[in-house]
């Protein structure tokens, strides 16, 4: 049976760089021959995924318990394909996660815990790479205020809630760096856990 695939998540603010970062490690991942795919939360494409998109674009308004659990539901219903992705193999690399539900929800006043419990259950990430990015240089990048979330005072308390979110899985990339300098960062952490899962599987055998 093949080993199973690593479950890589790309966490930060809005405009940090993610989708950018993910399509570029995807690649890279590929080219060295690792079996590897990408995975976008929110999937805008699902039938929850469109009552979120709908929402995002401010094009209708949701009670925030409700959205909160939307997004939670949009994640599970990826849950049983990406197990068994992992399962043949395939690492998979994830554009937002719990993460960001939990934390954008609780920025907008939900209690912490009570956000916490949907996603309880989904699967576990191996690493988390949480892209790092001053506020004001996310306003300079293109697009920025165009959704739901974009704003200044959100943003920075999104900020603080991921921060309570972390643990010893999480690594912090400086996305306050040019695209090729974020990438090297992002791949030679990947390289080293890449390194001790390797490692650690084999003292398992
Ligand atoms: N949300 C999400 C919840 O509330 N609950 C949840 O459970 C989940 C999963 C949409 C919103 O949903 C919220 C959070 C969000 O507010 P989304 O679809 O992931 O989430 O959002 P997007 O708009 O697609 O992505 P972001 O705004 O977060 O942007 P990214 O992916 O961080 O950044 P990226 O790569 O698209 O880059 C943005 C711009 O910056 C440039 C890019 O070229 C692009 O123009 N750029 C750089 N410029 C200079 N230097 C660099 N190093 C750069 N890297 C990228
Ligand atoms: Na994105």
């Not at 966490?11 to 590897?36: A, H, I, M, P």
């Not at 999937?43 to 997004?71: N, P, V």
């Not at 996603?119 to 920025?144: K, M, Q, S, W, Y």
Request: aromatic letters at 8%; a negative charge; one cysteine or more.
């Amino acid at each position: 049976m093949a080993q199973r695939g690593l479950l890589i998540v790309i966490e930060g603010c809005d405009r940090s760089g993610k989708s950018t970062q993910c399509d570029n490690l995807v690649k890279r991942l590929q080219v060295n021959g690792v079996d590897s795919e990408l995975v976008k939360f929110p999937d805008r494409t699902t039938q929850t995924g469109k009552m979120i998109d709908s929402y995002l674009q401010q094009k209708s308004e949701l009670d925030d318990h409700a959205i909160h659990l939307l997004f939670s539901a949009n994640r599970w219903e990826a849950m049983k394909t990406l197990e068994e992705k992992l399962n043949s193999g395939k690492t998979l690399i994830v554009d937002r996660y719990a993460f960001s539900g939990v934390a954008f929800s609780s920025a907008k006043g939900l209690d912490l815990e009570w956000c916490r419990n949907p996603d309880i259950g989904l699967l576990t990430p191996d690493i988390v790479l949480f892209l790092d990015l001053p506020i004001d240089e996310a306003e300079n990048r293109g697009g920025f205020g165009d959704e739901r979330y974009e704003k200044r005072e959100l943003q920075m308390k999104v900020r603080d809630e991921f921060m309570k979110l972390k643990d010893d899985t999480w690594k912090f990339i400086d996305a306050y760096q040019s695209k090729e300098s974020v990438e090297k960062d992002i791949w030679e952490t990947i390289e080293t856990a890449r390194k001790h899962f390797e490692d650690n599987t084999q003292e398992l055998t």
